[in-house]
């Protein structure tokens, strides 16, 4: 087994229980497990089979992200203006030319966009599969390119001729949904420590599947150790409207009715959120994933994050799809939950039930290192990890490092981790999951880059000929 020492790193955050941050630090890794973290002097006499002078950088854990749908880096800057109904009933009709090929280079080019910006671990939530596209093209992507990987089974079932928002080409049986779930998870499904593979279910929303597969979902998942539920929950207030309307109850209420609330389930938004339901979430451990990007770009609102910390719900990061962000950045969704909670009139909401009576923020809502561990340690929490998020003895050796003597980093002395995000987004020097070297020196070790874009680009042109 190939030992590594990490050694001179600046600033190494370590992100662990007492939030170490150690000058002239050091990792020392057996092949990919961490075996110890300290300083330099404490480790430079550690035996070594592999030396990495990280002097001039600052080291974190990789961050990991909680919400995506790779494949829709193949429709980006598209329906810019358009609300989130208008946007996919847009996008839909092009969704359904897609193919196995189109699936595994949009993931493939999804992930070396997120792990060259600090991922090591990602879902992706892949929903729609017409044309029999299946997520065997992701997951074989994260092998290849070497990201750990949470491929979540997404579905949708209730087409338009069923009151469901999607047309009727882009959805699928529920038996068959079911079928290829328990398929995925006989193959791919890795529940052990250090694993880089694990299957999630995850139906769409509350308005594109019925709630018997919500339940059955539910119960298969929990019958194998490990596999998570995902899904979006009070994303938009038309989703309020609809379940109120379908189901006489509100999107949590629900949620809860088929068995959605839970330590294993998570949920991407989570924006339209009374205190109470927010109160609901944190004593079941539900989680959330934050899109601050995505939630902008269609103009949805502002999830109350400070007041979900506050009452100890499990909050993490997610990029959402590359088609309503337009990027898959994690840095730039941390710098982005920062200054959005600071500018969220939350207090004023919660003090005057019905009314939008302030606007102000306050700079105290959320702090760099807050936005930083949501991205860390929140996401690991959401995946049901407790071998990531964190840099410690026995945790997965995927940690990221930026050099620091860049122009947007200039002046930041004082406080090198927080520029991060403060300064940011920014791209990694050097990225390492697994212990595996992914990043050196600012480029891929061994992806080609070029070669998965003039792909992408390939694939594209066959779609919009269709
Ligand atoms: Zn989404």
Same mark, same amino acid.
């Given at each position: 087994?190939?030992?590594?020492?990490?050694?001179?790193?600046?600033?190494?955050?370590?992100?662990?229980?007492?939030?170490?941050?150690?000058?002239?630090?050091?990792?020392?890794?057996?092949?990919?497990?961490?075996?110890?973290?300290?300083?330099?002097?404490?480790?430079?006499?550690?035996?070594?089979?592999?030396?990495?002078?990280?002097?001039?950088?600052?080291?974190?854990?990789?961050?990991?992200?909680?919400?995506?749908?790779?494949?829709?880096?193949?429709?980006?800057?598209?329906?810019?203006?358009?609300?989130?109904?208008?946007?996919?009933? =847009?996008?839909?009709?092009?969704?359904?030319?897609?193919?196995?090929?189109?699936?595994?280079?949009?993931?493939?080019?999804?992930?070396?966009?997120?792990?060259?910006?600090?991922? =090591?671990?990602?879902?992706?939530?892949?929903?729609?599969?017409?044309?029999?596209?299946?997520?065997?093209? =992701?997951?074989?992507?994260?092998?290849?390119?070497?990201?750990?990987?949470?491929?979540?089974?997404?579905?949708?079932?209730?087409?338009?001729?069923?009151?469901?928002?999607?047309?009727?080409?882009?959805?699928?049986?529920?038996?068959?949904?079911?079928?290829?779930?328990?398929?995925?998870?006989?193959?791919?499904?890795?529940?052990?420590?250090?694993?880089?593979?694990?299957?999630?279910?995850?139906?769409?929303?509350?308005?594109?599947?019925?709630?018997?597969?919500?339940?059955?979902?539910?119960?298969?998942?929990?019958?194998?150790?490990?596999?998570?539920?995902?899904?979006?929950?009070?994303?938009?207030?038309?989703?309020?409207?609809?379940?109120?309307?379908?189901?006489?109850?509100?999107?949590?209420?629900?949620?809860?009715?088929?068995?959605?609330?839970?330590?294993?389930?998570?949920?991407?938004?989570?924006?339209?959120?009374?205190?109470?339901?927010?109160?609901?979430?944190?004593?079941?451990?539900?989680?959330?994933?934050?899109?601050?990007?995505?939630?902008?770009?269609?103009?949805?609102?502002?999830?109350?994050?400070?007041?979900?910390?506050?009452?100890?719900?499990?909050?993490?990061?997610?990029?959402?799809?590359?088609?309503?962000?337009? =990027?898959?950045?994690?840095?730039?969704?941390?710098?982005?939950?920062?200054?959005?909670?600071?500018?969220?009139?939350?207090?004023?909401?919660?003090?005057?039930?019905?009314?939008?009576?302030?606007?102000?923020?306050?700079?105290?809502?959320?702090?760099?290192?807050?936005?930083?561990?949501?991205?860390?340690?929140?996401?690991?929490?959401?995946?049901?990890?407790?071998?990531?998020?964190?840099?410690?003895?026995?945790?997965?050796?995927?940690?990221?490092?930026?050099?620091?003597?860049?122009?947007?980093?200039?002046?930041?002395?004082?406080?090198?981790?927080?520029?991060?995000?403060?300064?940011?987004?920014?791209?990694?020097?050097?990225?390492?999951?697994?212990?595996?070297?992914?990043?050196?020196?600012?480029?891929?070790?061994?992806?080609?880059?070029?070669?998965?874009?003039?792909?992408?680009?390939?694939?594209?042109?066959?779609?919009?000929?269709?």
């Amino acid at each position: 087994m190939p030992r590594l020492l990490v050694k001179n790193i600046d600033l190494l955050a370590t992100f662990d229980g007492t939030r170490r941050e150690i000058s002239d630090g050091a990792l020392l890794i057996d092949d990919n497990v961490i075996e110890a973290v300290g300083t330099t002097a404490e480790l430079s006499a550690s035996s070594a089979d592999e030396v990495l002078d990280l002097s001039g950088h600052v080291v974190m854990p990789g961050m990991v992200n909680t919400h995506h749908h790779m494949y829709q880096n193949l429709t980006r800057v598209m329906a810019q203006n358009d609300e989130l109904l208008v946007w996919l009933k =847009t996008l839909y009709p092009i969704w359904a030319e897609l193919d196995d090929d189109a699936i595994g280079v949009s993931a493939r080019v999804a992930m070396a966009e997120l792990i060259h910006s600090g991922c =090591t671990t990602s879902s992706d939530h892949l929903y729609i599969l017409p044309n029999n596209c299946t997520l065997d093209a =992701t997951i074989g992507a994260a092998r290849d390119i070497g990201l750990r990987f949470h491929a979540a089974r997404g579905a949708m079932s209730r087409g338009e001729s069923q009151g469901g928002l999607p047309p009727d080409r882009c959805v699928e049986k529920e038996e068959d949904i079911l079928k290829d779930a328990e398929r995925l998870i006989g193959s791919y499904h890795d529940a052990s420590r250090h694993s880089m593979s694990r299957i999630i279910l995850a139906p769409c929303s509350p308005f594109s599947v019925t709630p018997e597969l919500m339940r059955d979902a539910a119960s298969l998942a929990r019958s194998h150790k490990g596999v998570n539920l995902h899904s979006h929950l009070a994303e938009e207030l038309f989703e309020e409207k609809y379940c109120l309307e379908i189901y006489g109850k509100r999107p949590v209420e629900f949620a809860e009715s088929v068995g959605w609330l839970g330590d294993d389930v998570w949920f991407a938004h989570s924006i339209f959120m009374t205190g109470d339901e927010i109160d609901r979430f944190a004593e079941t451990g539900t989680g959330v994933a934050h899109c601050p990007s995505a939630n902008m770009r269609c103009g949805q609102g502002i999830a109350k994050i400070r007041e979900m910390l506050d009452k100890g719900v499990k909050v993490g990061l997610g990029v959402d799809g590359s088609a309503s962000n337009d =990027t898959s950045n994690l840095f730039m969704e941390a710098r982005l939950a920062l200054m959005l909670q600071r500018v969220a009139p939350h207090h004023y909401l919660s003090e005057k039930p019905g009314g939008r009576g302030g606007f102000g923020g306050t700079p105290t809502a959320l702090s760099a290192r807050e936005a930083l561990e949501m991205a860390t340690r929140g996401g690991a929490a959401l995946l049901g990890r407790n071998d990531i998020g964190h840099l410690a003895p026995g945790m997965c050796a995927d940690f990221i490092a930026v050099k620091r003597s860049q122009l947007g980093l200039s002046g930041t002395e004082r406080d090198p981790l927080a520029a991060l995000v403060l300064c940011g987004p920014f791209k990694v020097d050097y990225s390492y999951i697994n212990g595996r070297q992914i990043i050196a020196r600012g480029d891929f070790a061994s992806f080609d880059v070029e070669a998965a874009m003039a792909e992408h680009r390939a694939v594209m042109d066959r779609i919009y000929r269709q």
